[in-house]
């Protein structure tokens, strides 16, 4: 668990810089570095779903977003998000219009990259937060930005990292035989899926309800471990 409180730490102390910064930069350069990390975002998300390179990946993937995102749909998460945005919003009665919003984009940023599921597993499995640390480095270099432009929602976004990702650690070190390499494959690459449609968003090309495809993380390596026993090629 170290490494994930080091990267909620960091979150913190970089949205902290960043609504202090944020202040003093004209809106226009704000949409501007939304953008950039956009674009980041996005060539991220498509270097990790390139490590799909068989038709068993290729299918997993599908799927795992198909009967996902219904899920998703059906249990309403991304709404369930931007409730708890809200109320986090109003119990500190905060008058940002982009609350929600920056919550939204910098829980499932700091989320949804390799780093996070490769970091956690490990630091659960073998007690190394070296890739966390890293991570924690990029994260509050990443939320300096996004609070400049998205607002102090981006802060309470450490709440997520620090149960998600804690969580992973925690499951990690209980479940070690389960995180085997394809499991692991499978989860980079639906991570890559997610991780593009972010970038999507953040670019204004299209709006996709990013966090109702979440429950696809659990479906993949079900999926990939039983499509690479049908189809090992």
Avoid: H
Avoid at 146 to 155: D, F, K, T
């Amino acid at each position: 668990m170290i490494g994930t409180l080091i990267n909620t730490a960091a979150v913190i102390v970089g949205s902290l810089s960043g609504l202090l910064i944020g202040r003093r930069i004209p809106a226009r350069y704000l949409g501007f570095i939304t953008q950039a990390i956009g674009i980041i975002t996005l060539i991220l998300g498509v270097q990790m779903a390139m490590k799909m390179v068989s038709v068993a990946s290729g299918i997993s993937l599908l799927l795992a977003l198909i009967f996902g995102g219904l899920l998703g749909e059906w249990l309403a998460i991304e709404d369930a998000f931007a409730s708890l945005g809200r109320r986090i919003e109003n119990r500190f009665k905060f008058k940002d219009r982009d609350f929600v919003q920056g919550f939204l984009t910098a829980s499932l940023l700091f989320c949804l990259g390799p780093m996070t599921i490769l970091g956690s597993l490990q630091d659960g499995l073998q007690g190394d937060f070296q890739l966390l640390l890293l991570k924690s480095i990029m994260d509050g270099a990443s939320s300096i930005f996004l609070a400049g432009s998205l607002g102090i929602g981006v802060l309470f976004s450490f709440i997520v990292v620090l149960v998600y990702q804690g969580g992973l650690t925690l499951l990690a070190k209980t479940l070690s035989g389960v995180f085997t390499d394809p499991v692991i494959l499978a989860l980079t690459i639906v991570g890559g899926a997610l991780v593009i449609c972010l970038g999507l968003n953040l670019l204004e090309i299209k709006k996709i309800k990013v966090a109702n495809f979440l429950p696809a993380i659990v479906f993949a390596p079900l999926f990939q471990l039983l499509f690479e026993r049908i189809l090992p090629g």
